[in-house]
């Protein structure tokens, strides 16, 4: 189950209700199962509403293999309109090839210190000069002292490059794009994208907002 759970209250009725859920999905993780439609609320294994199954993957088949992830986000690269998942899990984010989504295939496993959560957000700019979309991956890690990751796209579905960047602070809970449209992470208006971070080891957990101005290198701004 995929869940940011901090400093979550829940009733008794509603704690039995998570743990119900939680054995019923852990059963069915221990199997791959092939697509199956939504009847009679279930799809394959799995409870469902209006939402099929079009595949599935254990926790075992990723690799290196894991027992728990927390995050996921979609990647449209506008180059080829190949689709990926993100998936953060343990100590790194499994990059998934979906083209075909019943069967994805993965294709990175970029790492750093294990922790349970990881979010993960995706920039694209036009690059007139190559006249390409240029694609750009930011992962910020909780709880653990990991500079913010910075992952170039352009070289998928046969690999990733990690950036050489150090960012100025160590640990943070989630960042996001401002200004950009969430489904493909462009710009949608005049104002300029800008990398927030909230929940960063500096300034109190404030939000620290940067300029991606150079993707690569992100430049501190302000905070909030």
Same mark, same amino acid.
């Given at each position: 189950?995929?869940?940011d ?6 009733? *008794? ?7 119900? /859920? ?8 221990k ?8 009847v009679?609320? /279930? *799809?394959?294994? @799995? ?9 599935h993957?254990?926790?075992?088949v ?11 986000? #979609?990647y ?6 190949r689709? &990926?998942? @993100? ?7 499994? +990059?998934?090839? +979906? ?20 979010? +993960?957000?995706? &920039? ?12 750009y991956? &930011?992962?910020?890690?909780d ?8 992952l ?5 579905p046969?690999g ?5 960047f150090?960012?100025?602070?160590? *640990?943070?809970?989630?960042? &996001? ?7 493909y #992470? ?16 500096l ?7 940067y300029?991606l ?6 430049s501190?701004?302000?905070v909030?």
């Amino acid at each position: 189950v995929i869940a940011d759970t901090k400093g979550l209250e829940v009733s *008794s009725e509603e704690s039995q209700r998570m743990r119900k /859920m939680t054995a019923q999905v852990t059963r069915a993780e221990k199997s791959q199962l092939a697509a199956a439609p939504c009847v009679g609320n /279930m *799809s394959g294994n @799995f409870p469902c509403q209006s939402v099929s199954l079009l595949s599935h993957l254990a926790f075992d088949v990723l690799k290196p293999t894991s027992t728990r992830a927390n995050d996921v986000w #979609g990647y449209t690269d506008l180059n080829t309109g190949r689709e &990926y998942a @993100f998936i953060g899990v343990g100590d790194r984010v499994a +990059i998934l090839d +979906i083209p075909d989504p019943t069967a994805p295939e993965q294709v990175g496993a970029p790492t750093g210190t294990s922790t349970t959560w990881h979010d +993960i957000d995706v &920039y694209q700019m036009f690059d007139a000069t190559a006249q390409r979309w240029r694609a750009y991956a &930011y992962v910020t890690s909780d709880n653990v002292p990991d500079t913010l990751m910075l992952l170039d796209l352009s070289g998928l579905p046969n690999g990733i490059e990690r950036v050489n960047f150090t960012s100025d602070h160590r *640990s943070a809970h989630t960042d &996001y794009i401002t200004n950009t449209d969430f489904t493909y #992470g462009i710009a949608q208006s005049t104002e300029e994208p800008l990398l927030a971070i909230a929940g960063a080891n500096l300034a109190r957990g404030n939000h620290r907002v940067y300029s991606l101005a150079n993707p690569r290198a992100t430049s501190f701004i302000s905070v909030s």
